[in-house]
């Protein structure tokens, strides 16, 4: 079982930048590919970004390509997303997940979900 913990979202400004972290639980941490998800009000949940265990891999969805970066540690069980000149489009809630193994594609059916942290940009 992995239990996982963001933090960081907040109220923004458009243009300004925040960072969330997202701490895992368990051991293995570095076997699970881990990705960012956002859900808007009134929309379903998407995928944002995902990384590989060991952070060779990444994949970025075209709206936030140049804006928003994903990192990991590994030793310290917490995957990062870097957001940066942020717009009104990108308030959502955003959810980290975990998919156990090593194919990035495979983060769109997480096996884990967080329980998400509110990002709201102001124009």
């Known amino acids: 079982q992995v239990q996982l913990v963001e933090s960081g979202g907040g109220l923004v400004q458009t243009g300004g930048s925040l960072r969330l972290s997202c701490a895992a639980s368990?051991?293995?941490?570095?076997?699970?590919?881990m990705g960012w998800f956002r859900q808007a009000p009134g929309k379903e949940r998407e995928f944002v970004v995902a990384?590989?265990?060991?952070?060779?891999?990444?994949s970025t969805t075209n709206s936030v390509k140049g804006r928003f970066t994903i990192s990991r540690d590994n030793a310290k069980n917490t995957v990062y997303l870097q957001m940066n000149s942020l717009k009104p489009e990108d308030t959502a809630v955003y959810y980290c997940?975990?998919?156990?193994?090593?194919?990035?594609?495979?983060?769109?059916?997480?096996?884990?979900w967080g329980q998400g942290t509110q990002v709201t940009v102001s124009s």
């Open positions: 990384i590989t265990g060991s952070g060779a891999l990444r």
């Open positions: 368990g051991r293995t941490f570095s076997s699970y590919v």
């Open positions: 997940a975990a998919k156990k193994g090593g194919n990035l594609s495979n983060i769109k059916t997480p096996d884990y």
